[in-house]
Structures are given as structure tokens and as C-alpha cells.
């Protein structure tokens, strides 16, 4: 089996598990508890959020451990909403949105909120000009993705940040697909909230982080105890969360390497495939996208039927959570990609444990397939 579906979710790496066993051996102490299990809880708590922070550029005190990246983006944009909502009601997002993120503003819009979704190009890229247009008297939020799931397109968050300073309007993005993979320090991006999904960057599944810049308040998602600064109640985990820390620390020291190797190899795959099949389109922008992230179209074909005659390859036909479905990609339909181009993308992501050799299969596999396909 060739696993190329990095994008979807990765593996726990060995310095992780390593990290977390002896919370899930020994040390099972409450974090808020005042005795010495749960001051060391406390202790391995505060370090792992240390460790969140130095990866994002920020102070511990702002980030906040939630149970992934679709509680951290329901965090901002119902918080955000419900704290400004006398403020004002409008919120700006784009139409290429994790379902994450689209779906608690289609929430916020059936309750009254007015949201406007903006198109993006043909890359999958959203013109920073659209957004100041966009801009409202009651604006009082904008959230634009980091980096996009299905074609790894960057958005130039730093600009849109910017003109959001300018506007005085709180901005967030879903950095899932970033964090861990290209550089994502909240002051040079510019933004107020920033969401990590520990799954995507070599962290369990379940475990995520928001940050928050200092001095923003709003009306928390969960109500209970006063856990996490009041922002997010509930006994935290202390297991995830320290697995989260140290996948951070591990991206911060190896990211500076695996990134040229596995752009290299992204780069192989993609030559090998379009050299044997130049109809093959690449979806997305060419250069300003994730270093992993390789989204082809093959026309005339499905890319569930590619991928079903490749039973030893995992990869996606977008989304992973829309393999199972029959409509096309809501990504690839915004940016403009035709029906029948769209039916038959495949994504391919790497990761650091691809070899050479594993692409240089998978790129066999996959030209193999596509003629077959085409005979048929």
C-alpha cells in the first residue's frame, strides 16, 4: 500500500506517541487539581501550550486547546457573532471554505446574520481587492482560509489581514492545512484568530488549537468550568494536547528540511504523470500552493473509477469528506472547472514519510489506470 492522502489525515509520528504514553501510562492527574498528579497534568498542559505557541509566533496565553479545527473555526464564527452582534451582522468569507467554516455561516445566516461568500480565480486564489470591496458598516468579521484542502492553493492572507487592520474588523483563517507545513506566524500573517487541527501536522485525531490575540473577548462555544482562561470549558485533555505540543516542536525543527525534499518529490509525481498523460490539468495555482498538495485532472474520466483500479494507492477525489459523494467539488466548481474536469480530479499529497520510490509507483499506478480508463 502507497499512502498519499496526507491532506485528509497523517499518521502520529514516533516523537509524538513517545510524548504522550506517559499520560496514558502513569500520569492521569486533573489539571485543575491542586495536588502533585495534577500540578504535573498542569505542568505538561502549559508546556504543550508553549510549544503551539513558538510554532505560530505568539504567546502561550493566546492559544486555546480545542478538540480540532472544525471546533476552532465554530469558536470564531459563532463567538465573533454572538459578542459583536450589536456591533454589527455582517460577516465576509469566499465559496472555497472548508465545510467547517461554510457551514456554521450558513448556520449564522438562517439566524439572521448576513454573509457574503466571495468567488475566487481560476487558481482557487480570492483577490484581496474583492474583499476590501465586500467591507460594510456592519462588517465585524472576516475568514478566509489559509491554504486550500483540496488544491493547496495559499491565499494571501497576509493582504487580506492587512486591509482588516485598516478596517478595523476581526480577521480569522483556517490554518488546518498550513500549520506544520509552510510558515504560519500570526504577525506576519496579520490575524486575530488562526485555527490548528492537530490530525493534519502528525498529532492524533481530536485534538486541535485556536489562536486568539490577546485583548479579544467573546461569548465561548462551550460553557462549563473555567478552563482555558474561561474561553473553552471542560477537563482538558492533557494527553491529545501534549501530543499536539510536541507535533508542534517537531514541525518547527523539521519543517525547514522536509519541505524542499517533499516539494522535489510533489514536483517527480507531476512531471511523471504529465509526461505520460498531457491532458492531464493541474487544479490550482502552480507555484503559490502547499508543498505536498497536487490536484490533476485526467478528462473523460472519474477519478473514483481512477482510483478504484488502484486499490493499493490511498488518494483522494477531492475532500476527503466528500469521497462519498456523488457531487462534485464545491472548490473546483468556484474556481471555474468544468463538470466533466472536475468529475475526473484526483489529489495527491505527500508527506514526510514518502519516498522516491513510492512516488515513482504511485506515478505507474496512476498512468496505468487513466489508459486503461481510456481504452474503456
Not at 144 to 166: D, F
Not at 273 to 284: F, H, K, M, R, T
Amino acid at each position: 500500500m502507497i499512502y498519499l492522502d496526507y491532506n485528509a489525515t497523517t499518521p502520529i509520528a514516533p516523537e509524538v506517541a513517545e510524548a504522550m504514553m506517559p499520560f496514558i501510562k502513569e500520569e492521569f492527574g486533573n489539571p485543575s487539581s491542586s495536588y502533585s498528579p495534577g500540578i504535573r497534568a498542569k505542568q505538561a498542559l502549559e508546556k504543550a501550550r508553549g510549544q503551539v505557541a513558538r510554532l505560530l509566533g505568539c504567546e502561550s496565553g493566546e492559544i486555546v486547546f480545542t478538540s480540532g479545527g472544525s471546533e476552532s473555526n465554530n469558536m470564531v464564527l459563532k463567538g465573533v457573532a454572538l459578542s459583536l452582534r450589536d456591533k454589527g451582522r455582517h460577516i465576509i468569507t469566499t465559496e472555497i471554505e472548508h465545510p467547517a467554516i461554510f457551514n456554521p455561516a450558513i448556520f449564522l445566516m438562517e439566524n439572521g446574520w448576513d454573509v457574503t461568500f466571495l468567488h475566487v480565480d481560476s487558481y482557487g486564489s480570492v483577490d484581496p481587492d474583492d474583499i476590501k470591496n465586500a467591507i460594510k458598516k456592519d462588517t465585524v468579521l472576516i475568514s478566509v482560509m489559509h491554504a486550500n484542502n483540496e488544491t493547496g492553493t495559499l491565499q494571501p492572507v497576509q493582504k487580506i489581514g492587512r486591509i482588516s487592520r485598516e478596517h478595523g474588523i476581526l480577521f480569522h483563517t483556517d490554518a488546518a492545512q498550513s500549520v506544520g507545513k509552510v510558515k504560519t506566524d500570526v504577525s506576519d500573517l496579520c490575524v486575530d484568530f488562526l485555527s490548528v487541527a492537530g490530525h493534519k501536522l502528525y498529532a492524533p485525531k481530536g485534538v486541535g488549537a485556536l489562536y486568539i490575540r490577546d485583548g479579544i473577548e467573546m461569548v465561548p462555544l462551550i460553557h462549563g468550568g473555567g478552563q482555558e482562561s474561561g474561553r473553552r470549558a471542560g477537563t482538558e485533555n492533557v494527553i491529545l494536547n501534549v501530543g499536539l505540543g510536541a507535533a508542534c516542536k517537531s514541525a518547527a525543527k523539521n519543517m525547514k528540511d522536509d519541505t524542499p525534499r517533499i516539494v522535489g518529490l510533489r514536483d517527480r509525481l507531476l512531471d511523471k504523470i504529465v509526461s505520460a498523460i498531457p491532458e492531464a490539468a493541474l487544479n490550482g495555482h502552480l507555484d503559490n500552493r502547499l508543498p505536498n498538495t497536487l490536484n490533476l485532472s485526467f478528462p473523460g474520466q472519474t477519478g473514483e473509477k481512477i482510483l478504484k483500479r488502484i486499490p493499493n494507492l490511498c488518494a483522494s477525489t477531492g475532500a476527503a469528506c466528500k469521497d462519498r459523494s456523488t457531487t462534485i467539488s464545491h472548490v473546483l466548481a468556484a474556481m471555474g472547472v468544468s463538470r466533466e474536469s472536475a468529475t475526473g480530479a484526483v489529489r495527491l499529497t505527500l508527506g514526510r514519510p514518502t519516498t522516491q520510490d513510492e512516488v515513482d509507483q504511485a506515478a505507474e499506478w496512476i498512468i496505468k489506470a487513466v489508459k486503461e480508463g481510456i481504452r474503456d
